[in-house]
């Protein structure tokens, strides 16, 4: 099977650095911050992949998938919300000071 | 081409387009929406790799709260890209 | 002329990423392949990382879901470590959305259907996620769903009721309390035997409730601060209203 999980995952990974380069609302770029989070795990699990296994939960007998990726995928997911939550925050308090939230304005208001 | 590979290219298709239409809509709120429902689809795949721990998580993390958070942002500052 | 050169830097880079990922093989891999090669010592072991921990897993700890016992057990300092950078998310988040008393916003007050609907459903959704994070060495899940399902009823009471506010004392005192349960469970094991989150209770019979050592017990105080921190982000975003 050609592995179309792979490029699905990496074309959300290039999707989410197309918008972080060029986009000008700061809000606009912490979403394609968190479209490249989503798009990482989504990578991490597809690697660890078995045909014909089951979950790794042993009450049914049989082959299992590679249990180490999705323990670390389980910390990645919350750190990536936490960090989410902490820069959205950063940008309210921008606007709350300068009453403006693009950032070709926001280099002219250096005094 | 048996069935989970159909079923695998037509969510991966579906999840793309929400990810392209997340990047150039000008409403922001209609942009956080988008990302709710790319949020729902990886779930659905993470469940399809037989990976239920982190489909439980990614579904109410991801597809819940950090669109939660997002709209509470927007309400704060202003709605409309210029 | 900014969007074009975007495109383009976008891709190449993927480009560049899919012809590394060509020769990694999906989902036909055989996991008694993957030896662990030592590079100081320059032998390698005779057994595979994977299937260390699924042949090794339910004997090592008495847990069924081997995941489980991957995030609780045999990485236990990762948990700790990942639980104090969501307590330094949460308590920045609520420093930076601090605001004073007179910037009040007015909120309209929501359906009846919603009304209605949020007083069946709260006793239910707790229970759920309880069931979740108890749960959590026999079924898939844990403490990190449990704790985010039981922030979630708490964004349905805000959602439906125009002035409710949860109490920040309470939601102080039951993260405290739930993080000192974590790191003291440690610290008995480096008493008892000599390591730092040691598993020193009884393993017990395996898919029963009472099994699998001090684990239930580390993920229903995972659960619960889980849950409470998250509650103080949404409260801290919500903002004052009237």
Redesign the interface.
């Known amino acids: 099977m050609t592995p179309y999980y792979y490029l699905g995952a990496l074309a959300l990974i290039v999707i989410g650095i197309y918008i972080v380069i060029s986009k000008k609302n700061l809000i606009k770029i912490i979403i394609g911050l968190d479209i490249m989070d989503t798009g990482v795990n989504l990578l991490l699990i597809a690697v660890g992949y078995v045909r014909n296994a089951t979950a790794p939960i042993e009450n049914v007998p049989g082959p299992y998938v590679d249990p180490i990726p999705q323990a670390l995928v389980l910390t990645a997911i919350v750190i990536g919300v936490s960090v989410m939550a902490l820069a959205l925050s950063i940008a309210v308090g921008i606007y709350r000071k300068t009453g403006t939230l693009e950032i070709d304005e926001l280099l002219e208001v250096k005094e | 081409m048996d069935l989970f ?1 159909i079923v ?2 037509i969510l ?1 298709v579906i ?2 387009v929400s ?2 239409i ?2 150039e809509l000008k409403d ?1 709120i209609s ?2 929406v988008a ?1 709710g429902v ?2 729902l689809i ?1 779930s659905i ?2 469940f399809m ?6 489909a ?3 579904a ?3 597809a ?3 669109m ?3 709209i ?3 309400k ?3 709605r409309w ?2 | 002329m900014r969007r074009i050169l975007a495109a383009i830097i976008a891709i190449l880079i993927f480009i560049v990423l899919a012809m590394a990922f060509a020769k990694v093989p999906f989902g036909d891999v055989n996991l008694e392949d993957y030896h662990y090669y030592n590079p100081i010592t320059n032998e390698t072991t005779q057994d595979s990382v994977p299937n260390h921990y699924l042949v090794e897993g339910k004997n090592d700890t008495g847990a069924t879901n081997i995941v489980t016992a991957v995030v609780v057990d045999y990485r236990g300092f990762d948990t700790l470590g990942e639980v104090t950078v969501l307590f330094l998310a949460s308590t920045g988040v609520g420093a930076l959305m601090y605001v004073e008393e007179k910037k009040k916003r007015k909120v309209k007050k929501a359906n009846a259907v919603v009304e209605t609907g949020s007083k069946l459903l709260f006793g239910f959704i707790i229970l759920f996620g309880a069931y979740i994070f108890v749960h959590g060495h026999l079924t898939p899940g844990g403490g990190f769903p449990g704790g985010a399902v039981i922030a979630s009823s708490f964004l349905l009471l805000y959602l439906a009721y125009p002035k409710f506010h949860a109490e920040h004392k309470k939601l102080n005192i039951s993260e405290s309390l739930a993080g000192l349960t974590f790191v003291i469970v440690g610290l008995l094991g480096l008493i008892i035997a000599g390591y730092f989150l040691y598993n020193f209770l009884p393993f017990g019979l395996p898919t029963y409730l009472f099994s699998a050592g001090v684990i239930p017990i580390i993920y229903t105080a995972i659960g619960i601060k889980v849950g409470s921190e998250l509650t103080g982000i949404i409260d801290a975003m919500m903002g004052v209203r009237e």
């Open positions: 590979t695998s290219i991966i999840m793309i990810a392209i997340a990047a922001l942009a956080a990302l790319m949020s990886v795949l993470f790799l037989q990976a239920p721990d982190v439980i998580t990614e109410s993390i991801g819940a709260l950090s939660a958070i997002i509470f942002a927007i704060a500052t202003k890209e210029k």
